[in-house]
């Protein structure tokens, strides 16, 4: 009985503890904060990252790493620990704000972040009504207006993201990423002073966001103001050398000042950070261009430039796509192919290109190859 007594209570005490040992753990899981003004708490090397940390403005976050009853939480904006109360996994997130806004149909806090989970889940609508609702509830509620305002960007509805954003950077002025969206917009329609001010004021608040040096390049960029585009876009890749953007730009820019080697090397170091997707066809396109076009004869390599439109052509079908195999085609002095290749190309182009494509479609049916200026 003595024996029995002893085993007893070790197997109740036992069961719980591997229960709780064989919980899964969270690192490398998607989260949802919980509720609002959650504290993200700095990590240790906080001086070498270009993320901000205190109060949180983001709501979903990336878990780094667990700690017993805390979490390492990182999003493109933000990084710091905090309790692993005050977040929810992904996939549990819907049902758990459903539920608390059946508890309390006034909770601003769920509303908003359903409204993402709706929004991270391509359900626009219903992630539009959320954040509405919850805008409604709370006039000041910065984040729903963040995150209105980016699906509203998202369909290309200016006008409305613009309200939106301007209503972030009024409620919070050090709302970095807000500038930096507000900045595209105006870029977009060509208002480069405002555009301008825009990311000056995001690299202040965050001077360690190689995006945000990125998007200043691009107006010095557009603006021809080649040297300024330069120092950017090599202080973007400094900091994030596997950022594939400021190298594809950089590229574009060396080519401008007519350094084709940097060019070469910047638009091949694209190439290789590329990732799957039909959008990455135009790092290949690029490269194409500078290896079956350049003026400079020295850069020229039909093989390479061919090899590079066949990778574009495999991660789409467009006309920019099918106009590279008909330029490296050229460059070959296969200039059947390249008639073939840019018959297709003006078929698939918008009206706005079709011109220029009938240019080079000309000269390789008078057996030239094409070469920018």
């Known amino acids: 009985m003595a024996f029995r007594w002893v085993i007893g209570p070790f ?129 000041k509620a910065t984040v729903a207006y963040y995150h209105r305002a980016n699906l509203a960007y998202g369909k290309g509805q200016y006008d409305k993201a613009l309200a939106d954003y301007n209503a972030v950077i009024e409620n919070d002025p050090e709302f970095d990423w807000a500038y930096h969206v507000r900045g ?72 401008a000042k007519k350094d084709y080697a940097k060019a070469l090397a910047d638009f091949e170091k694209a190439s290789q950070l590329a990732p799957k997707g039909a959008y990455s066809s135009n790092y290949y396109t690029d490269l194409v261009r500078i290896l079956a076009a350049c003026p400079d004869a020295k850069i020229r390599d039909g093989k390479k430039a061919l090899a590079a439109a066949q990778k574009a052509h495999e991660l789409a079908k467009g006309p920019n796509e099918l106009s590279s195999l008909a330029v490296a085609h050229a460059e070959l002095g296969e200039f059947d192919k390249a008639v073939d290749w840019q018959i297709q190309a003006i078929a698939a182009a918008p009206n706005a290109q079709k011109e220029q494509y009938q240019v080079r479609l000309k000269l390789y049916q008078e057996k030239k190859p094409y070469r920018f200026e």
């Not at 036992?14 to 904060?33: D, F, Q």
């Not at 990252?49 to 493109?76: W, Y």
């Not at 190689?210 to 973007?236: E, G, H, M, P």
């Open 11 to 139: 197997l109740l005490l036992s069961v719980p503890a591997l229960l709780v040992a064989a919980e899964p753990s969270w690192e490398g899981k998607t989260v949802i904060l919980t509720k609002p003004s959650v504290k993200l708490e700095a990590a240790e090397n906080k001086e070498k990252s270009p993320k901000t940390f205190g109060l949180a403005k983001d709501l979903m976050f990336q878990v780094k790493k667990e700690e017993k009853d805390r979490i390492l939480i990182d999003s493109r904006r933000q990084h710091g620990w905090v309790a692993k109360a005050d977040a929810i996994p992904f996939n549990e997130a819907i049902p758990h704000f459903t539920k608390a806004i059946a508890g309390n149909p006034k909770d601003s806090h769920a509303l908003t972040a359903r409204g993402l989970m709706w929004s991270s889940t391509n359900q626009a609508d219903k992630a539009l009504a959320d954040l509405n609702s919850a805008i409604e509830l709370d006039p």
């Open 184 to 255: 595209w917009i105006y870029y977009r329609r060509m208002d480069y002073v405002k555009a301008l001010a825009d990311y000056e004021a995001a690299i202040k608040l965050v001077p360690t966001e190689t995006v945000f040096y990125r998007d200043r390049a691009n107006v010095a960029f557009i603006q021809k103001k080649y040297d300024s585009a330069l120092t950017d876009y090599t202080k973007s890749i400094e900091m994030d050398p596997t950022y594939i953007v400021p190298w594809q730009m950089r590229g574009k820019t060396w080519e």
